[in-house]
């Protein structure tokens, strides 16, 4: 018998140790993320930067997101971009192409990016000239939301074709985030998309997250966007 649980069955008490060890592991794993993420954390505060990471699932947009406020805000503040992938520098190459400096990620089978990789990446730029750093994570709603890389805020990117209930099925990545971008509003004539509803089921999963209606590819709200980025940077330097 499983002194733990009581299970008699030989299979039951296998099942339940087992579990217990992934568990364990799981909290191992994440201990140290966390460990590194402090010093990625000390690293920013030291140097004055801004950490902004990026979440979203696959085709929110974030790259176009991304070539849009680079392209705006490059001649006001110096910046870097950490692009993730498992696999390919095609986002990296489109990055490369708005002259920012930008340093890419293949993450393989990992479907987020964790301290230690940004801690790593961190060598290819120079620190002491930058004002704002941009984390592309992964495309995935779920990995991405356990794992602190050290950024100032998470930024979550919900693209409307997603429809209004990622924030419901996929709480914990906005629960841990202080953006949320909601993209593609150009598109509100053509899909059947209740933004009020998405905005109700953001706001249940998050009260105090504040969420921004854009479109990177019209500019419909970017400037709001911008606004935040900017004023988030004062704020730190002060």
């Known amino acids: 018998m499983c002194d733990n ?3 008699e069955e030989t299979t039951l008490f296998h099942k339940h140790n087992e579990d217990k060890r992934l568990i364990e592991l799981e909290e191992k794993v ?5 460990r590194l993420a402090e010093r990625n954390r000390g690293i920013f505060e030291a140097m004055g930067i801004l950490a902004v990471n990026l979440v979203s699932s696959p085709g929110a947009g974030k790259t176009t997101l991304l070539e849009t406020t680079l392209n705006k805000l490059k001649g006001e503040l110096n910046i870097g971009v950490i692009e993730g992938d498992q696999q390919t520098n095609r986002d990296a190459k489109r990055i490369e192409a708005t002259g920012v400096k930008v340093h890419q990620i293949n993450t393989m089978d990992a479907c987020h990016l964790d301290a230690h ?3 790593y990446a ?3 730029f ?3 000239k930058l004002d704002l750093l941009f984390i592309e994570n992964v495309g995935n709603l779920i990995c991405p939301a356990a794992f602190d890389l050290g950024e100032d805020f998470r ?3 919900l693209s409307i074709t997603e429809g209004e209930d990622k924030p419901l099925k996929y709480p914990g990545v906005f629960l841990g985030s202080q953006l949320v971008l909601i993209n593609k ?3 509100l004539g053509v899909l059947e998309f209740d933004l009020d509803q998405c905005l109700s089921y953001v706001n249940k999963v998050n ?3 504040q969420s921004i209606c854009i479109s990177a590819k019209t500019g419909e709200g970017m400037d709001i966007w911008y606004d935040w980025v900017k004023q988030k940077i004062i704020k730190k330097l002060n």
């Open 185 to 187: 509003i150009d598109l």
């Open 122 to 124: 961190l060598d290819v």
């Open 5 to 7: 649980c009581g299970c």
């Open 207 to 209: 009260p105090s997250v």
């Open 30 to 34: 994440l201990n140290k993320n966390d």
């Open 126 to 128: 120079q620190l002491d």
């Open 117 to 119: 990789m940004i801690r």
């Open 155 to 157: 930024v979550v990117v």
